[in-house]
């Protein structure tokens, strides 16, 4: 990978290591199996070619980064690519995104491939952003969750971020989370927050509560987050009204999340929702590569 298209992702905050090892087990998808027979027949090796990336509907661009890595993995020649919408960028129906101009066969090579993680990542920022807009003037933050796409973690959370949306931890080690699984091991609350800290004293910390009781057990014990999961509307006020009680916490709301009563959650008094549909049931955005010309080529 190219030092210009690493510092370009590294700046976006995705690993061009891990992103690299991504494209490559995605590509070989498509050519475990051998070459393309059909690009191959009907194509001249130096055949030319302009296209365009183009939205079908309207939403959030994000994969654009992605796409140039797929690209120059597939041998097309990234000073033939322009980008016309970033990552992030509002788009409408007919919007053209990129614009190749270039060797034909290398960028079919490459297409459906760039258009998987366009449109998936794209689907999420436009979600994403969909909540964003809901929650506008509300003080209140969209977070996503670890329920996402095995292998794509990395770049559904930069989706989220592509989307206006905020990340929860990216893994097991990087924050604590306690549970009630963790809660029903350490026998309460108060127990596996003592035991975090020991062994950890300086980590992020946030107890998910199921019930008032909890939340209550969590700010006795200084719990600065806590996770209110599935409670109703009334439940949260009062989970709310009780944490306030220590100065700097933050309250997130989870469970049942839907943007008909993302406002009400939000005015009831929560920093953060959390919502798991941003990735694990996520609807892709409608992307597609049109041909715009194709130099043809004759037998002498």
């Known amino acids: 990978m190219n030092k210009k298209l690493q510092e370009l992702l590294e700046g976006a905050g995705v690993n061009s290591v891990e992103l690299q090892r991504l494209v490559d087990i995605s590509l070989d998808e498509d050519f475990r199996f051998g070459p393309d027979v059909t690009s191959e027949a009907t194509i001249p090796i130096d055949q030319k070619a302009e296209a365009e990336v183009v939205a079908r509907q309207p939403g959030i661009v994000c994969g654009v980064t992605v796409a140039l890595a797929v690209l120059e993995a597939a041998q097309f ?9 970033p990552d992030g ?7 053209a995104v990129l614009h190749f101009s270039g060797p034909l066969r290398p960028l079919l090579l490459a297409e459906r491939t760039l258009l998987n ?36 973690r990395q770049l559904e959370k930069y989706s989220v971020r592509c989307g206006g949306g905020t990340n929860h931890r990216m893994g097991l080690g990087d924050a ?56 109703d509307i009334e439940e ?21 999340m839907t943007l008909e009563n993302a406002v009400a959650v939000a005015r009831a008094g929560v920093d953060y929702i959390a919502v798991g549909s941003l990735t694990h049931s996520v609807v892709a955005l409608d992307l597609g590569l049109d041909m715009v010309s194709a130099t043809p080529i004759t037998n002498s």
């Open 117 to 152: 993680f366009m449109t998936h990542m794209s689907g999420v920022a436009t979600a994403t952003n969909a909540w964003v807009r809901a929650l506008e003037g509300t003080g209140c933050e969209v977070r996503d969750t670890r329920k996402t796409t095995p292998g794509l």
């Open 89 to 95: 960028d509002a788009v409408e129906s007919k919007d």
């Open 236 to 256: 949260i006020k009062s989970a709310v009204e009780i944490a306030r009680r220590l100065p700097g916490v933050r309250v997130e709301a989870s469970g049942g």
């Open 176 to 231: 604590a989370l306690i549970k009630d699984n963790h809660i029903a091991a350490a026998g309460s609350v108060t127990h596996a927050i003592d035991a975090i800290r020991s062994a950890n004293p300086d980590i992020s910390l946030e107890v998910e509560c199921d019930t008032l009781e909890q939340v209550l057990e969590a700010i006795d014990a200084q719990c600065s987050l806590l996770l209110l999961d599935n409670m």
């Open 77 to 85: 020649p990234l000073s033939g690519v322009t980008i016309i919408h």
